[in-house]
């Protein structure tokens, strides 16, 4: 019961929805997005190819969760003439699509995706320190089931409080895929046994409230009055990696968030998330990003 807190407080938001479409033997990638992104498989067969990462087999009723800023692409098994990747705004087709009886075409693969974050109350973002993806397969008899047909009725035929009744549905669905794996004792979620020490969670709180505060691991440890070494040794125990190691993925989060919704220069964005220097700030973005913070703002613009 030691994790009952934690889902007491858990919030969680998403942007619109979009209806991807892959018709034929075709990818569509979907580059490294600031924010988790989430992909429901309603129909074919395919998979979620990842940077440096074993693909992910996905068919029909597979959940999957995309940590933030990891490169990946959706990838279509289908046998179709002139394959066509195209993703357009949820509404516009899941309407006609649930009102058919009819299956796609042969060879087609069509997924719900949409960003979310899910936080604690005053904590945003937590779901980030989830470092590698999460699946769920959703079948008939899976108790997520209900959840995800009330939810693609939502988004195919808003009304109101549509949008409060998505917000309710992800959490559902949510709290299922984690509990799972909290049962299952999975390393994917080292952060949520962090959650369970006082002291660690204390500084995860800080790191995660300022990004772009000048933590050290001393600054960290005289805050929650430990040494620096007891601190380091309990943090990499209860997290599964240091400190400053986190510290830097949180910062690139907050960057790639920054680069995204603001058109500050990329100086003044390697000030706010902790660098002194614009070419050390470019460095750590391109080896976690793979892209300069320029190009990746080019990238999203042209998208």
Known sequence: MRYEHIFDELEIASNPFALCELRGSCDLGLGRDAAPTLHYILSGEGEITLNGQASLRVSTGSLVLIPALQSHALHSYGTVNEPIPDCKPAALN????????????DGQLIALCAHISVGLRGISDVIDLVRAPLVETVTASNRMHPAMQALLHEISS???????????????CM????RKRLAANDTALYWMAA??????????????????EPHTVESLATSVRMSRSAFAQRFSAAYGSGPMELLRDLRMRRAAMLLSKSDLPVKRIAELVGFSSRSAFTRTF????????????AALRNN
């Open 158 to 172: 808003p009304g109101l409080g549509s949008r409060a009744m998505i917000r309710v549905i992800l959490m559902q």
């Open 175 to 178: 709290i299922e895929m984690l």
């Open 195 to 212: 959650l369970a020490d006082p002291s660690v969670w204390n500084a995860l709180r800080q790191m995660l409230d300022a990004p772009g």
């Open 286 to 297: 391109e080896a976690k990003t793979g892209q300069s913070p320029r190009a990746y703002r």
């Open 94 to 105: 899941l309407a006609r699509l649930m009102a058919t009886s009819a299956t796609p075409q």
